[in-house]
């Protein structure tokens, strides 16, 4: 296994402060470049490491068995656009929907029954208050908090 938790440099997420994106301009960026919008303001996120893979597919994979044959989906670091009118688009790490009538092609337009992030040092921060507070005021009926770090899963 690779060990990649020896970062020499921890990097918050880099919010492009140079202008405000429309929704239509975040889908024309290439779909290998880590990315989310808030309220217009693009955020470049590194690539996620080996621990929050696993982690994420140790979560995925019980998920996905329980939701087999079932109303509800699982996707995994799929768009969603919590509310028509804002140039906010996240990609939370697992998302689990029900409702397939808000499915688009590109994103998921409402908010999610389900939604787990995986903290990493770059997206910490975000992931704790400004998604936080975008999930509660959209109604998302629960949000997991995952920390590698300390082994807690805070379910909200």
Request: hydrophobic share 35%; net charge negative.
């Amino acid at each position: 296994m690779i060990d990649d938790e020896k970062e020499l440099e921890v990097k918050e997420a880099l919010p492009e402060y140079d202008r405000l994106y429309t929704i239509e301009e975040y889908y024309k960026i290439r779909e290998d470049t880590r990315a989310e919008l808030y309220e217009g303001i693009l955020i470049v996120m590194e690539s996620s490491t080996t621990r929050h893979q696993g982690i994420l597919t140790e979560l995925l994979g019980p998920l996905w068995q329980y939701l087999k044959g079932r109303q509800c989906k699982v996707f995994t670091s799929f768009g969603v656009k919590l509310f028509e009118k804002e140039a906010t688009i996240f990609e939370p790490d697992i998302i689990v929907v029900c409702d397939k009538e808000k499915l688009g092609k590109r994103s998921y337009n409402g908010a999610p029954d389900i939604i787990a992030e995986i903290l990493s040092p770059s997206t910490k921060r975000m992931d704790k208050t400004l998604k936080y507070n975008k999930f509660q005021k959209a109604g998302v009926k629960e949000y997991w908090i995952i920390d590698p770090e300390q082994y807690i899963l805070e379910a909200n």
